[in-house]
């Protein structure tokens, strides 16, 4: 969830900017520079609400993402008795009572 909300901010920072640049600089250009169309760079216009959207759909589709495969690790774990610690369904190692196991030397 934490690169999808670092990949939405960094995004909508990136394409504002480049948002922003057509605005004010009109990098793309419509055709050819003849004035055959009524305005020579192709317009943009920068509105908060269409950032909102953007975030709110990058997060729930990274939200998505990431809680079906999430859902489906946790099902498998809770289901693998091998792994739960103290299950009396795991085999224990075979363990002898040595008399000097005690004993460091």
């Known amino acids: ?7 939405a901010v960094l995004g909508l920072i990136l394409g ?9 600089f ?21 509105l908060a609400k269409d950032f909102l959207i953007v975030f709110l759909v990058v997060l729930a589709i990274g939200f ?3 809680w079906y495969p999430v859902k489906q690790i946790s099902k498998n774990i809770s289901h693998q008795k091998a792994i739960i610690p103290n299950n ?3 085999k224990q190692p075979y363990q002898t009572h ?6 460091v030397f």
Do not use: N, R, T
């Open 26 to 46: 009109g990098l793309i250009s419509l055709g050819d520079g003849s004035g055959s169309f009524v305005v020579d760079a192709y317009p943009v216009k920068l």
């Open 64 to 66: 998505l993402v990431a």
């Open 1 to 7: 969830m934490m690169i999808s909300i670092g990949g």
């Open 98 to 103: 040595h008399p000097f196991k005690a004993i």
């Open 16 to 24: 504002g900017f480049i948002s922003w640049l057509q605005q004010e």
């Open 88 to 90: 009396k369904y795991i």
